[in-house]
């Protein structure tokens, strides 16, 4: 580890150590009830014993399942919409009104129409994930097809290149960075969506935990399940992180985007 990475680690876990120091004390010292702001450690308590007696994990792979797949399906309709759009200008100028009447629309709001047409499972909480991935994905996407350089773009064509290899050889590996960028945004949003959709319809899942505990007066249950929804989104980020690392190795540092 070079010297860089141990003062940044170094620092991180001092941050870590001074925020549930003052997690642990402050809310004391400022005569807080428990019932407003429970300690890190009954907060710890109360995780162990929904672990034990209600079913934490199983909630936690239910959201965590949700949350994959929404991104997943979001990701996929992100690039390919992109990349139509980012091809055809016509078919941008057709269908941009939509898209963006579509972003515009708060997705959240969806939600509730969802379950009142899918029920409680797991499909409206994977829609609205799904719209709310798609638009970064989309954009970034269409953006970076658009801005291409022309110049690589005639020098393939002057090697009698297809329009499938022009996409294959410069345009789409020239959209990789756009796009890790907006599967990194993706990757948060995706939970956003999975818990509104929870919160609103579910019977199962950390956006249920989190409803049923605020309904018992349980705040350190609360605190769990946003633990959980936050070790969710980290996990995802970071898997993002992982794979742009592998695909984009061959690009210089300064121009990939920071971690």
């Given at each position: 580890?070079?010297?860089?990475?141990?003062?940044?680690?170094?620092?991180?876990?001092?941050?870590?150590?001074?925020?549930?120091?003052?997690?642990?004390?402050?809310?004391?010292?400022?005569?807080?009830?428990?019932?407003?702001?429970?300690?890190?450690?009954?907060?710890?308590?109360?995780?162990?014993?929904?672990?034990?007696?209600?079913?934490?994990?199983?909630?936690?792979?239910?959201?965590?399942?949700?949350?994959?797949?929404?991104?997943?399906?979001?990701a996929l309709l992100g690039l390919f919409v992109g990349v139509v759009l980012g091809l055809s200008p016509t078919t941008e100028s057709v269908l941009s009104p939509y898209i963006l009447a579509l972003q515009i629309a708060p997705k959240v709001a969806f939600a509730p129409l969802f379950v009142m047409w899918l029920g409680y499972t797991i499909y409206p909480k994977i829609l609205v994930a799904l719209l709310i991935v798609f638009f970064?994905?989309?954009?970034?996407?269409?953006?970076?097809?658009?801005?291409?350089?022309?110049?690589?773009?005639?020098?393939?064509?002057?090697?009698?290149?297809?329009?499938?290899?022009?996409?294959?050889?410069?345009?789409?590996?020239?959209?990789?960075?756009?796009?890790?960028?907006?599967?990194?945004?993706?990757?948060?949003?995706?939970?956003?969506?999975?818990?509104?959709?929870?919160?609103?319809?579910?019977?199962?899942?950390?956006?249920?935990?989190?409803?049923?505990?605020?309904?018992?007066?349980?705040?350190?249950?609360?605190?769990?399940?946003?633990?959980?929804?936050?070790?969710?989104?980290?996990?995802?980020?970071?898997?993002?992180?992982?794979?742009?690392?592998?695909?984009?190795?061959?690009?210089?540092?300064?121009?990939?985007?920071?971690?």
């Amino acid at each position: 580890m070079s010297k860089r990475h141990a003062v940044t680690l170094g620092g991180s876990i001092a941050v870590l150590i001074v925020f549930l120091a003052a997690w642990q004390w402050l809310p004391g010292w400022l005569g807080m009830p428990e019932f407003v702001l429970p300690k890190f450690t009954t907060v710890m308590q109360e995780s162990v014993r929904m672990w034990h007696t209600g079913n934490f994990l199983e909630h936690f792979g239910y959201t965590a399942l949700e949350v994959v797949l929404g991104f997943i399906l979001g990701a996929l309709l992100g690039l390919f919409v992109g990349v139509v759009l980012g091809l055809s200008p016509t078919t941008e100028s057709v269908l941009s009104p939509y898209i963006l009447a579509l972003q515009i629309a708060p997705k959240v709001a969806f939600a509730p129409l969802f379950v009142m047409w899918l029920g409680y499972t797991i499909y409206p909480k994977i829609l609205v994930a799904l719209l709310i991935v798609f638009f970064p994905i989309m954009v970034n996407v269409l953006s970076a097809i658009r801005t291409v350089d022309p110049d690589m773009v005639n020098l393939v064509r002057t090697l009698n290149a297809s329009r499938w290899q022009i996409f294959r050889l410069v345009e789409f590996p020239s959209s990789l960075p756009a796009l890790f960028s907006g599967l990194r945004i993706g990757a948060t949003l995706a939970v956003i969506g999975v818990t509104v959709g929870e919160l609103v319809g579910g019977n199962k899942g950390l956006g249920f935990l989190l409803v049923d505990a605020e309904g018992q007066g349980n705040t350190a249950g609360v605190f769990v399940a946003i633990m959980g929804l936050t070790v969710i989104g980290i996990v995802a980020y970071a898997a993002v992180v992982w794979v742009e690392r592998r695909c984009l190795h061959y690009i210089p540092k300064a121009t990939v985007t920071t971690a």
